[in-house]
């Protein structure tokens, strides 16, 4: 196991699409995953897909526990999500505070769908079908965003609201200082 150097926003590998995992018995895949997780409690972060360690495949781990430095965020699962599929189950959008390991001290607010249903594998070939809403969901369509290419900031629909987390006037944006990351 190792800690893996996070891709910075700037790296045209943080925008290609990635393609889906076919073998989920390669060993290489088993090293991948136990390095991400290293990598991901090391930075503190409450989720990281593989392409922001270079690997262009459709992986992607999150999971956060109760925690003061998130007091809005109900708790969610330790996941494993491998080749995933996200079905929006209303129009409803939402907008909330994000941050990524990609994007260091930085903070932006972020509309996404507030309630879907997510499909996948996990590392061990067994379905992954949840039905989220609020917090769990933001983080699931953040990941899975970067699959597909995407950055928060290029989400964002107003860039006033994006900028470094601690610049941000806590009074005038909560949450600013906290959120996803
Ligand atoms: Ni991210």
Redesign the pocket.
């Known amino acids: 196991m190792a800690i893996r150097e996070v891709l910075r926003m700037g790296d045209p590998r943080l925008l290609q699409p990635s393609a889906p995992v076919g073998d989920l018995r390669d060993p290489a895949l088993a090293a991948l995953l136990a390095d991400m997780r290293d990598t991901m409690r090391s930075l503190d972060g409450a989720?990281l897909?593989a392409p922001?360690v270079g690997v262009p495949l459709q992986l992607v781990i999150f999971g956060l526990e109760h925690s003061p430095r998130y007091p809005d965020a109900a708790p969610v699962p330790d996941t494993v999500l491998i080749n995933p599929v996200i079905t929006p189950l209303s129009d409803e959008i939402e907008e909330g505070w994000e941050g990524?390991?990609?994007v260091p001290g930085m903070r932006g607010l972020v509309p996404r769908w507030r309630r879907i249903r997510y499909q996948g594998v996990d590392e061990h070939g067994a379905s992954v079908d949840r039905s989220v809403e609020g917090f769990h969901a933001r983080v699931v369509q953040?990941e899975v965003d970067?699959l597909l290419g995407m950055l928060?900031p290029m989400r964002i629909r107003d860039l006033r609201h994006f900028g470094f987390m601690d610049a941000f006037d806590a009074g005038r944006f909560p949450g600013a200082g906290s959120g996803l990351r």
């Open positions: 989720g897909a922001q990524c390991l990609s953040h970067h928060y």
